[in-house]
């Protein structure tokens, strides 16, 4: 009996970590916000247990700026990092820091954390 419950509840632990790291989820996204006076665009993005939002969609050509925001104490959000730009920025706790973004491209462009655990994407179109 003992023996069958323990299998049970390793087949349930071994189901809920591939569900976690495999799993479709869902995606917070968002529009930069455009000021059309200063030709500009900016969003807001919260480091907290990951990125909120995780995609962030910018409109080609107007100067772009991202500004994180990190709550979460934990080192791997300490850093932003977007390879196709060779952007690799500390985040310091309870400070925003501001990201300009080449929107000169359309694409997708990824950004994770220092260790590659959380991720994130930019959309310019």
Not at 19 to 47: I, M, N, P, R
Not at 100 to 115: N, V
Request: aromatic content about 10%.
């Amino acid at each position: 009996m003992a023996h069958g419950l323990a299998i049970g509840i390793g087949i349930i632990l071994v189901a809920f970590i591939l569900w976690w790291f495999f799993g479709k989820h869902q995606v917070s996204t968002a529009e930069a916000t455009v000021v059309e006076g200063a030709k500009k665009q900016t969003a807001d993005v919260l480091v907290d247990g990951g990125y909120k939002p995780e995609v962030v969609t910018l409109k080609q050509g107007v100067p772009a700026t991202l500004k994180f925001t990190r709550k979460d104490p934990s080192t791997c959000l300490d850093r932003v990092v977007f390879p196709e730009w060779g952007i690799n920025r500390p985040l310091p706790e309870g400070k925003t820091e501001e990201i300009k973004i080449d929107t000169s491209q359309a694409g997708e462009f990824e950004w994770a954390c220092g260790m590659d655990m959380f991720h994130g994407k930019v959309i310019v179109k």
